[in-house]
């Protein structure tokens, strides 16, 4: 069975820090670019971070550069985000994305909530 599962989310005050995790099961995982969406309350999804398959090209969206990192261990099938200095307006769903030609998957999305 294929899986992505976030974890990670919660409440946190603002300049605090999050690390998010998404793990894979039932699919090669070491084969699939993987990224970081968000979808705030009457926003559309806007894209965070990606990675490579091997981790070696990482691409952020501009608001997030040098506040987020993304990182993976392939051998545990697990993609990171470490979130750092947020703001209030990081407050969001996050979902991971998995993706190669031919094949994406989602996973069902961790809640930030950034607040005091």
């Known amino acids: 069975q294929v899986q992505l599962m976030e974890s990670g989310g919660g409440l946190v005050q603002p300049g605090g820090s999050l690390r998010l995790s998404c793990v894979a099961s039932?699919?090669?995982?070491?084969?699939?670019?993987v990224a970081w969406y968000r979808q705030a309350p009457g926003k559309e999804r806007e894209f965070v971070a990606e990675?490579?398959?091997?981790?070696?090209?990482?691409n952020y969206a501009n608001s997030m550069k040098g506040r987020f990192t993304i990182s993976r261990d392939n051998a545990k099938n697990t993609v990171y985000l470490q979130m750092n200095s947020l703001k209030p307006e990081d407050t969001a769903v996050y979902y991971c994305n998995a993706i190669k030609v031919g094949s994406e998957y989602w996973g069902q999305g961790t809640q930030v909530t950034v607040s005091s």
């Open positions: 990675i490579s398959s091997t981790g070696g090209i990482t």
């Open positions: 039932g699919f090669t995982f070491s084969r699939y670019a």
